[in-house]
């Protein structure tokens, strides 16, 4: 076989997936992401039976119940607009805000009290329909926002909130005042409050959103904040908070910026003091291992019919998140009467949490590779870097990160030479075959080409899966060239399917 570039197809690629794969993790900025979310925060879920007693009794000694805080009469919304926070430190950062996977999401900045504050928006659909959008605040201490809703959503911890967008839900990340060169200073749950109602705002301004439909979610830290702005306001149509804590000193106290010997300071952020003021249905949901306490108090405190309280045996703080975010979405899409129909049966929350684990496609990004007058689409979070050396064209493209999963652990070699026979992709399939690969002569996206599957093994007798993808556009062949450890077996296949289906060449 006479070729210039595509001569050592298989046996190249392997030795550079090693060094691929272990490429240095880029440091993700402590914004407020969900890879940043610990179970520090909010107990950790290990309470013992006599424990949880002693915590019981100590509230209802301490007059932690609503009924037993002087609010004057007034509505959670009264007391908080009258109540000045005092911060004993003024915290922000500035971070940098990573540009939004095109088409799915755009990068905006939203009026609040203190001034515009960035967040990530779907984009506008461009069918000319009004459609339902749910607002979702992440866990931890950072008011930032960076790349998370597009990062690999593992099934045992998603706190990305990315079930709702892939399942069709319009989508809104917000950052807060003080993070990523927002205006403010952190004041960990109390001016926050203020910014998610600015944020439900700017989505009811935009054409493309039914501000009738539209919702809020959080989990953890983010929980505690939608709850208290589902007291704040009526406006959310149903309110979804996982993880919440009655009161915030059950929350990581080291960072707390306000007065801490100020008792007000905690009784305006905490839920527990004001669950009447909640008018629209509110689902707080809890892993028995994770804060259930908590939500066991908010239970205990709740008089309200609007306050929905579910606690799911078995699970934890995080692994509520996957299955019962993916039901959450689903009835978010059937909930489209005059009124908030959405109801929750213990029944259903165990039936999500029995389902079968499910490995989604990533949000894709567009990439030009303007010397082969070639694009393709991979990862959001993949890094396409130039390898060329003197065997001639090559790029990598792999993940900036490398957590446990199919999209973080697979790597593509993108090569490309001058086909000097007409028989070239003929001869290379019966070559891969004869070298124990199924190969096939296709098309891929009208274009002759041949697709090859097999596995390669390692110098430390590791095996990795292998699809490599050769297309003819007139005298030049491009391959894909794909790798993937056996043990994540076909969990990558729609992934690799889909980035050899965006394969275009220009005219």
């Known amino acids: 076989m006479r070729r210039k570039r595509l001569a050592v197809v298989l046996g190249t690629a392997l030795l550079m997936l090693g060094t691929a794969c272990s490429s240095p993790r880029e440091s993700a900025p402590e914004t407020g992401s969900a890879r940043e979310e610990s179970v520090q925060e909010a107990g950790d879920g290990k309470e013992t039976k006599e424990e ?17 805080v002087v609010t004057d009469g007034r509505s959670f919304a009264q007391a908080h607009d009258a109540f000045t926070t005092t911060l004993v430190r003024e915290e922000n950062d500035d971070y940098e805000i990573p540009a939004p996977p095109e088409g799915l999401f755009d990068l905006v900045s939203y009026p609040s009290k203190v001034g515009d504050l960035a967040a990530y928006v779907s984009s506008d659909p461009g069918d000319g329909e009004k459609h339902p959008m749910i607002i979702w605040v992440v866990g931890g201490w950072g008011n930032g926002i960076d790349d998370f ?18 399942s ?16 403010g200073y952190y004041e960990a749950l109390f001016g926050e409050v203020d910014d998610i109602v600015s944020a439900y705002e700017y989505a009811a301004s935009l054409p493309y959103v039914d501000a009738d439909r539209i919702y809020l979610g959080g989990h953890s830290t983010g929980g505690t904040r939608a709850l208290l702005a589902a007291e704040y306001t009526d406006k959310f149509r149903s309110v979804f ?50 804060n259930s306490i908590n939500l066991k108090n908010i239970q205990r405190a709740a008089d309200n019919e609007n306050i929905n309280c579910y606690i799911v045996e078995g699970a934890d703080h995080f692994s509520v998140l996957a299955p019962i975010t993916r039901l959450l979405a689903d009835k978010i899409l059937e909930d489209t009467g005059a009124e908030p129909s959405i109801t929750v049966t213990q029944e259903e929350l165990d039936d999500a949490m029995n389902q079968e684990p499910v490995v989604p496609l990533p949000a894709m990004t567009r990439h030009v590779v303007e010397d082969l007058g070639m694009t393709f689409s991979c990862p959001y979070i993949w890094e396409v870097v130039d390898t060329s050396g003197e065997e001639g064209f090559e790029l990598t493209a792999y993940s900036r990160y490398e957590d446990d999963n199919v999209w973080d652990m697979a790597v593509l070699y993108i090569t490309a030479g001058i086909m000097e026979d007409d028989n070239y992709l003929s001869d290379m399939a019966q070559y891969l075959t004869d070298e124990g690969y199924t190969a096939e002569e296709t098309t891929v996206n009208g274009l002759p080409a041949i697709d090859v599957t097999g596995a ?52």
Request: aromatic share 16%; with cysteine.
């Open 52 to 68: 949880e007693a002693a915590q019981t009794q100590e509230q209802e000694a301490s007059g932690a119940g609503a009924d037993s």
């Open 149 to 166: 809703p597009w990062c690999y959503p593992a099934w045992d911890n998603d706190q990305t909130g990315s079930a709702f967008w892939q």
């Open 168 to 183: 069709g839900v319009l989508t809104m990340y917000p950052s807060f005042r003080g993070g990523c060169g927002n205006p």
């Open 241 to 290: 908070c996982f993880g919440a804590v009655d009161q915030v000193k059950y929350h990581n106290n080291s960072q707390f910026t306000f007065d801490k010997e100020n008792e007000e300071e905690f009784v305006m952020r905490s839920p527990v003091h004001w669950l009447d003021n909640v008018k629209n249905p509110t689902f707080i949901i809890e892993g028995s291992e994770g």
């Open 456 to 507: 390669q093994e390692s110098e430390d007798g590791s095996y990795f899966n292998n699809r490599y993808v050769v297309i003819q556009k007139d005298d030049l062949c491009v391959g894909f060239d794909f790798f993937i450890h056996e043990s994540y077996g076909s969990d990558a296949d729609e992934m690799f399917q889909a980035i050899v289906d965006s394969i275009s060449f220009g005219e």
